[in-house]
C-alpha cells in the first residue's frame, strides 16, 4: 500500500487564533499519513513461520518444484515420508525456505517452488544450501523443463549437481528420475535416461550421489492431472525415496539402518511352476561403477503375491544403493525382496527393479536368477 492508495481526506479547518497557516498544517498532515502508509507497505503479508520447524534430527532437504511443494495434495510426498521416518524411529529435520502441508506433518519445512525448472533451481541452491547445510538432498527437477529445451535440461541437471555436492560436499545427494507426465513420455524418458550416466559419473569421482528410480516407481493412474501425482502417487514416490534411504548409511541418522526393514509381503510357501518367470538384466558400466536394471515378468498363469528375487553378484561388485526393492546383503549370495507397493506381480506382467553398484574389474552379470526360490529363464 502507497499513500496514493490512501483516500484524501479534507484538511481540518484552521482553529480561531492558529498561528500556524493552512498550507503549512496540510504539509503536515499529508506528511503523517505517507509515513503511515509507507510503514504499512513495509510489513511482509506473512506466509511462512517466523523460524523454521526443527526436532534436531538429520538435516534432509526435499528439492525441487510443485511436486516437491505438493500440489494437489498439500505436502505432497513429504507427508508419507514423514510418517515412515517416525514410524521406523528416525529424526529427521527437513529443512528449506519454504512451509507448507497438513497438520498431521510434523516438519513443513522444504524448497519446492512451483513452476520451477532446473536453472531457476540452480541459480538460488547456493544460498539455500548455506542457510540451512543439509545432510541430505532429495532432488526431483525436470518436469517443468520438458515444456521448453528438453535436450539441454540432462546437461542442466549435471550443473545443479555440480553445484550442491561442490558446495555441500558432504552432504548425500538423491537424485530422482522424474515421475511420468502425460502427453510426453518419449521427452521424459529420454530425459530420465541420461539421469543414471549423470549420477553414475559423480559417484565414480567420489561425490555422495545415488540414483532413485521415480518413474518407474509410479504410473499415469498415480497423476490428478497428468503431471502431478494424486495422493497415491506421493505414498509411492514416499516410499520410493524411504527405501533409498534406507540403503545409505548415515543419510537419514545412525551409522546403519535401525533394525526394522521396509514393509514387505512374505513370499508364498508355493512357489510357482518352473516356468513360471523370466528376467532381463541389463548393465551399464563405467570405471569402478554400474547401475543394473531388472525387469522381472511373472509367466505362469496365477498372481505373485510377494517375491524374492535371488542371485549372485560377480566377484568384486557391492551394491550401494537401490530402488524398487531391498537388497540383502551388499554382495555375493543377493536377495531381492519387494517394498511395499510392488508386492504383487499379475499374470504377464513385469516388475522393474535396480541397483547402483561398485566393481573391481568384473562388471558382468549374474549366472541364474531364482524367483521364489524357482529358477527363472533369463533374456
Avoid at 515444456?147 to 539441454?152: A, F, I, K, N, Q
Avoid at 534411504?245 to 551409522?255: E, M, N, Y
Avoid at 509367466?299 to 505373485?304: F, G, L, M, Q
Wanted: aromatic share 8%.
Amino acid at each position: 500500500m502507497s499513500s496514493s492508495t490512501l483516500d484524501r481526506p479534507a484538511p481540518p479547518p484552521p482553529a480561531t487564533g492558529a498561528t500556524t497557516s493552512r498550507p503549512r498544517r496540510a504539509r503536515r498532515w499529508w506528511a503523517v499519513l505517507a509515513a503511515v502508509a509507507a510503514m504499512v507497505a513495509a510489513v511482509p503479508i506473512a506466509t511462512t513461520p517466523a523460524s523454521a520447524e526443527s526436532n534436531g534430527g538429520v538435516r534432509v532437504m526435499p528439492l525441487g518444484d510443485s511436486i516437491t511443494d505438493g500440489f494437489n495434495v498439500p505436502g505432497g510426498y513429504r507427508i508419507e515420508l514423514w510418517q515412515r521416518f517416525t514410524t521406523g524411529g528416525y529424526r529427521v529435520d527437513f529443512v528449506g525456505s519454504q512451509f507448507n502441508g497438513p497438520a498431521s506433518l510434523g516438519d513443513h519445512d522444504h524448497q519446492g517452488h512451483s513452476g520451477w525448472t532446473i536453472a531457476q533451481i540452480d541459480a538460488n541452491v547456493v544460498n539455500w544450501l548455506r542457510a540451512t547445510n543439509p545432510r541430505t538432498v532429495l532432488l526431483h527437477i525436470g518436469t517443468n523443463d520438458m515444456y521448453g529445451d528438453t535436450s539441454g535440461a540432462p546437461g542442466r541437471l549435471a550443473a545443479l549437481v555440480d553445484k550442491i555436492t561442490n558446495n555441500a560436499p558432504n552432504a548425500d545427494v538423491f537424485v530422482a528420475t522424474i515421475v511420468p507426465k502425460s502427453g510426453a513420455d518419449n521427452q521424459v524418458r529420454a530425459y530420465n535416461a541420461a539421469i543414471p550416466g549423470i549420477v553414475q559419473t559423480r559417484a565414480a569421482a567420489g561425490k555422495r550421489v545415488h540414483l532413485v528410480d521415480m518413474y518407474r516407481a509410479l504410473t499415469l493412474s498415480d497423476l490428478a492431472d497428468g503431471v502431478h501425482p494424486n495422493a497415491t502417487g506421493y505414498r509411492k514416490m514416499a516410499a520410493a525415496w524411504y527405501d533409498a534411504l534406507r540403503t545409505v548409511p548415515g543419510s537419514i541418522g545412525g551409522d546403519t539402518p535401525p533394525t526394522t526393514t521396509p514393509p514387505t509381503t512374505t513370499p508364498p510357501t508355493t512357489p510357482p511352476a518352473s516356468d513360471g518367470c523370466r528376467v532381463a538384466y541389463t548393465v551399464n558400466a563405467w570405471n569402478s561403477g554400474l547401475t543394473a536394471s531388472i525387469s522381472v515378468t511373472n509367466t505362469s498363469s496365477t498372481p505373485v503375491n510377494g517375491w524374492a528375487l535371488a542371485f549372485t553378484l560377480p566377484g568384486g561388485q557391492s551394491i550401494t544403493s537401490g530402488w524398487n526393492a531391498s537388497f540383502a546383503p551388499s554382495s555375493g549370495a543377493v536377495t531381492a525382496r519387494n517394498v511395499s507397493y510392488n508386492a504383487t506381480i499379475a499374470p504377464n506382467t513385469s516388475v522393474d527393479v535396480g541397483f547402483q553398484a561398485t566393481h573391481t574389474g568384473n562388471a558382468g552379470r549374474p549366472s541364474a536368477f531364482t524367483l521364489n526360490g524357482t529358477a527363472c529363464t533369463t533374456v
